[in-house]
C-alpha cells in the first residue's frame, strides 16, 4: 500500500516557476514508476511526466517537454516536479500517482494503482 500527498502548489504569474513534491508512505517507495498527471476544469485528466523507479529514465508529454523536469529521492520517498516557464495553459489540478512497472502504458492514467489528491496550479497571464 502505497499513500501519496502532493504540495507545493499556487498562484504564478506566466514565466515563473513552481516546484511540486509527492511524499509517499511506504517502505517500498523505490520500486515504484512515479508520475505526474493533471486536469483542467473542463477536460481530461492528461499525462505530464514519468520516472522509472531507478530515476534514471524519464518521459514527458510534448506540451512540458523542456520546461517542466521530474526527479525523485528515494531517500525521502519523495518525487518532484519542476515546472519553469509556466504557461496559463498549464493551469490544472496536478496529481502524482504510482505504479508497479515503467511499460509502454505509463501515459494511462487507469493503468496507475496509486494517486494522491491533488494540488491546484494556477498560472496568471
Known amino acids: 500500500q502505497v499513500q501519496l500527498v502532493e504540495s507545493g502548489g499556487g498562484l504564478v504569474q506566466a514565466g515563473g516557476s513552481l516546484r511540486l513534491s509527492c511524499a509517499a508512505s511506504g517502505r517500498t517507495f523505490s520500486t515504484y514508476v512515479m508520475g505526474w498527471f493533471r486536469q483542467a476544469p473542463g477536460k481530461e485528466r492528461e499525462f505530464v511526466a514519468v520516472i522509472h523507479w531507478i530515476g534514471s529514465t524519464t518521459y514527458y508529454a510534448d506540451s512540458v517537454k523542456g520546461r517542466f523536469t521530474i526527479s525523485r529521492d528515494n531517500a525521502k520517498n519523495t518525487v518532484y516536479l519542476q515546472m519553469n516557464s509556466l504557461k496559463p495553459e498549464d493551469t490544472a489540478v496536478y496529481y502524482c500517482?504510482?505504479?508497479?512497472?515503467?511499460?509502454?502504458?505509463?501515459?494511462?492514467?487507469?493503468?496507475?494503482?496509486?494517486w494522491g489528491q491533488g494540488t491546484q496550479v494556477t498560472v496568471s497571464s
Open positions: 500517482a504510482a505504479r508497479r512497472h515503467m511499460g509502454p502504458t505509463y501515459t494511462m492514467g487507469p493503468t496507475y494503482d496509486y
